[in-house]
């Protein structure tokens, strides 16, 4: 039986690089039978600005794999007992796969890995499209075609059925993701000398609030205030930086995971992220500031006074590594794909 990893695009900027690179590696460790990666071909690595992918080429993209999917239906390729994974659910794809295996009599089984939707109010579709009929249609659709839907945290889970409450919780399974890959990866990087950086590794998006780093930069000039977007950096020069940093700021509104602030902790940088999404699930409280102080401009500035002490109070911390520790044993199970490899095993 084979596995099908129907992947996301991969920006090499991105954790979405390293996905195409590892986890068909990780998924062969796990399963008996054969690993194969359906691509849509070259990506466009200019995403669209703020967004996590080009709005037109991840089309394209998909497109091309579903074209490879048909064919493969048609050459009999595809059999009982194959699984095919996607690495982002919001693919619309499945809904043809489905069509194809369920006329066909094909039995296979599906899972998609969750990341946001139009479900999620600071995503993109969130807040572009909304609550059209079109899209809330399309994501019930999606979601019911999969028969494994994973989901990174309880408050992405929490989110999802905030806005689909009779969705079959059933289908639902809360895994890590598939990136045991960075401790190795990171660990050349650990302990650089440490600069007075603090550092923004988000997307520059509204829901990230950039705005509210941008001040604080102006505020406390004696630190050196960096916006990785800003640096255009390969993935190696913004380990590096990661690394002599002391400190990974977040004012994020959408977070479902989040993935910069554990690379940091993994390479001793100390996160400040909100006490609110799944930073309230995952972080321990050395690294947790109040949510309100962030949850939007105007109280940003009622509590600007409190988060500079506070920021003071990092950048001199004396056991920072200790602190860094105590995260990252926390949060590993959230970025180990253990469970995610027994569920996706063919039947």
């Not at 967004?51 to 050459?75: P, R």
């Not at 139009?118 to 994501?139: C, H, M, Q, T």
């Not at 913004?238 to 602030?261: C, D, M, P, R």
């Not at 309230?280 to 947790?288: K, N, Q």
Request: charge should be negative; hydrophobic fraction near 35%; aromatic fraction near 14%.
């Amino acid at each position: 039986m084979t596995t099908y990893i129907v992947d996301i695009e991969a920006v090499d900027t991105r954790y979405t690089a390293q996905w195409k690179e590892y986890l068909p590696k990780q998924l062969t460790k796990h399963h008996d039978g054969d690993v194969v990666t359906i691509s849509g071909g070259e990506t466009p690595q200019a995403t669209t600005p703020g967004a996590f992918l080009n709005f037109g080429g991840t089309n394209v993209y998909k497109s091309n794999q579903l074209e490879q999917i048909g064919e493969m239906f048609c050459n009999g390729t595809i059999k009982n007992g194959d699984y095919f994974l996607y690495t982002d659910a919001w693919n619309p794809t499945v809904i043809q796969l489905k069509y194809m295996a369920s006329l066909l009599g094909i039995d296979i089984r599906v899972g998609g890995m969750w990341h946001a939707g139009s479900y999620d109010p600071a995503d993109f579709l969130g807040r572009l499209i909304g609550d059209k009929p079109w899209v809330r249609n399309a994501e019930q659709s999606m979601f019911d075609c999969y028969d494994d839907n994973f989901y990174a945290s309880r408050f992405h889970v929490k989110l999802f059925l905030q806005t689909f409450p009779e969705a079959d919780e059933n289908k639902i399974k809360i895994v890590g993701w598939p990136m045991e890959y960075l401790e190795d990866t990171l660990k050349p990087y650990a302990g650089a000398p440490k600069y007075n950086n603090i550092l923004f590794p988000h997307r520059i998006a509204p829901e990230k609030q950039p705005e509210i780093f941008k001040d604080l930069a102006e505020s406390m000039p004696q630190y050196n205030w960096i916006i990785a977007q800003d640096e255009q950096l390969s993935k190696h020069e913004y380990h590096k930086l990661l690394a002599t940093s002391k400190l990974v700021f977040s004012a994020n509104l959408q977070e479902t995971l989040g993935i910069s602030w554990y690379e940091g902790a993994l390479v001793g940088t100390l996160p400040l992220v909100p006490n609110r999404l799944s930073y309230s699930e995952m972080a321990t409280p050395d690294v947790l500031y109040p949510s309100e102080w962030t949850s939007s401009w105007e109280n940003y500035l009622k509590h600007k006074n409190e988060l500079i002490v506070l920021i003071n109070y990092m950048m001199t911390l004396d056991d920072y590594e200790s602190v860094c520790k105590q995260l990252t044993n926390k949060v590993s199970s959230f970025f180990n794909g253990e469970r995610l490899y027994e569920a996706t095993e063919t039947f």
